[in-house]
């Protein structure tokens, strides 16, 4: 089933530690994005990658790092994990980061608790 | 800054109507979504508009007014499994999604 594939599903991780979390997309989209999802406000962009080899900052990138090696994959790093990292983590996809009138295809997320 | 505002919580009752709103303040336009959310789950796109007007897909529609920074969602003959969060986003003229906090819609029998 094409789609998008995030993983793990959930996490508890202690302060301080390194994590990766991975989406992988197998409908050959050019570009990516990872967003937090915390209660009460929007959906907020962390990271994106228009295509393979290239990446960009979004609203929220610091404690965040990511890399497009290829068009599949696209991992999200947090090289120190702190508490206010503690949040729902969703990986989506478009067929163009320009002109994609059916939206973005999202990954069933990552819950990630950092104590 | 840019901004999208939606109500926070609003309750209908099963096979009812019911009209999400959408106000928008951004940095250009290319495009409102709406999109839908389950608890729990993934968001899953619901609607897209470019143009002013109404766009009619089954039991839901969604209508801009790009003029007045204005959109809605339209669900008719709700049913309990419309029960979720409905978001609106909006593209800004860099091409990144804008998005509110969502709408928790409760359906009630």
């Known amino acids: 089933i094409a789609g998008i594939t995030q993983a793990p599903t959930s996490q508890i991780l202690a302060a301080g530690r390194r994590m990766t979390l991975r989406c992988t997309q197998d409908?050959?989209?050019?570009?990516m994005y990872w967003y937090r999802q915390d209660l009460g406000l929007g959906l907020r962009l962390i990271h994106y990658s228009n295509t393979a080899g290239t990446t960009g900052k979004g609203e929220v990138p610091d404690g965040y790092s990511v890399s497009r090696a290829n068009t599949d994959d696209f991992p999200l790093t947090l090289a120190s994990a702190v508490p206010s990292q503690t949040s729902v983590y969703f990986c989506?996809?478009?067929?163009?980061?320009?002109?994609?009138?059916?939206?973005?295809?999202f990954g069933s997320g990552t819950r990630l608790t950092v104590v | 800054g840019q901004n999208i505002d939606q109500p926070t919580e609003m309750t209908a009752t099963e096979g009812a109507i019911v009209q999400i709103n959408c106000t928008y303040q951004?940095?250009?336009?290319?495009?409102l979504f709406w999109y839908q959310q389950h608890a729990g789950e993934a968001p899953t796109f619901l609607s897209y508009?470019?143009l002013d007007g109404l766009e009619e897909k089954g039991r839901f529609s969604s209508f801009l007014s790009r003029s007045k920074g204005y959109s809605y969602l339209l669900l008719k003959e709700l049913q309990m499994k419309d029960s979720a969060s409905y978001l609106c986003?909006?593209?800004?003229?860099?091409?990144?999604?804008?998005w509110g906090a969502g709408t928790k819609l409760i359906i009630k029998p």
């Open positions: 508009n470019v």
């Open positions: 986003a909006v593209k800004d003229s860099n091409y990144q999604l804008i």
């Open positions: 989506a996809s478009s067929e163009d980061s320009n002109f994609p009138p059916y939206g973005y295809t």
């Open positions: 409908m050959r989209h050019n570009a």
């Open positions: 951004t940095s250009g336009f290319n495009g």
